[in-house]
């Protein structure tokens, strides 16, 4: 019979820790400028969309323009493995880090339906995606850089 013999766990460096805190923050502060669209979509279907539509409609079309970030999920994150392999996972993990944040703040700059049109919802669409794809790609990338 044989013993298995395990090594034993090497404690945390301060630079592991470091580092995984980093990645924890960025994925936090990334989720939370993901999902904070749920919370504003009442204001955001009032501000984008014609204000003949009926409020319902309005609101099923924030919450699906809502819904496409989560559809750019899986596409984001083939995209950013694939330059995470040929540009190194760091790079990538801070550009999905400001693929986020960039669509945020346009978002809550961008001109309105009232002054633009309907460009403000196919805008608003645009940004949700790469909002999506970065989300997608941030996750496995912070996963594999810790």
């Known amino acids: 019979m044989t013993a298995n013999v395990h090594p034993a766990p090497q404690p945390f460096s301060k630079a592991d820790y470091k580092t995984l805190s ?14 904070i669209f749920v919370f504003f ?5 009032q501000l984008f969309f014609p204000p003949d539509m009926p409020e319902w409609l309005r609101l099923l079309q924030s919450f699906g323009i809502f819904v496409t970030g989560y559809l750019a999920r899986p596409l984001g994150g083939i995209l950013m493995a694939h330059f995470a392999d040929r540009l190194g996972r760091k ?6 880090i400001l693929m986020m944040a960039l669509p945020c703040l346009l978002i809550g700059i961008m001109p309105t339906y009232a002054q633009i049109g309907y460009w403000a919802p196919l805008v608003l669409l645009v940004l949700r995606i790469l909002q999506g794809a970065a989300v997608g790609g941030e996750v496995p990338s912070a996963w594999v850089f810790v």
Do not use: R, W
Not at 24 to 29: Q, Y
Not at 41 to 45: F, K
Not at 91 to 96: G, P
């Open 91 to 96: 790079k990538v993990f801070s550009l999905s």
């Open 22 to 35: 980093l990645a924890a923050l960025g994925g936090a502060l990334e989720i939370y400028d993901f999902i």
């Open 41 to 45: 979509a009442l204001t955001l279907s």
